[in-house]
């Protein structure tokens, strides 16, 4: 089991910066790939970001492509996820999530090969 909690999330102005962490505890963490997600009201939940065991490589979503950096410290069991030129629509829930891998490097966008997610934390952007 892994246990992921999520922080840093609240309300900004368009144009502002947030830094969201991931803090993880349980089995190894440099065993999974860490992904951050979001999901807004109504909607389903949306890829935003992975990492993969040892920060090898990183895969974002287009539309947080050049304004989001998402990071990991394997000494720390934390993945932060840094976010910029926040806009009204990146309003979502953002939740972290692991999936545990063989490759250090591969990651995945897909919601259902995640195994462990946090609880959320929400951001809200306002214009």
């Known amino acids: 089991q892994v246990q992921l909690v999520e922080s840093g999330g609240g309300s900004v102005q368009a144009g502002g910066s947030l830094r969201l962490s991931c803090a993880a505890s349980g089995r190894t963490f440099s065993d999974y790939a860490i992904g951050w997600f979001r999901q807004a009201p109504g909607k389903e939940r949306d890829f935003v970001a992975v990492?993969?065991?040892?920060?090898?490589?990183?895969d974002y979503a287009d539309s947080v492509k050049g304004r989001f950096t998402i990071s990991r410290d394997n000494a720390k069991n934390t993945v932060t996820l840094q976010m910029i030129s926040l806009q009204p629509e990146d309003t979502a829930v953002y939740y972290c999530?692991?999936?545990?891998?063989?490759?250090?490097?591969?990651?995945?966008?897909?919601?259902?090969?995640?195994?462990?997610w946090g609880q959320g934390t929400q951001v809200t952007v306002s214009s």
């Open positions: 990492i993969s065991r040892i920060s090898g490589s990183t």
């Open positions: 999530a692991a999936d545990r891998r063989i490759s250090f490097t591969s990651t995945t966008r897909r919601v259902g090969d995640y195994e462990y």
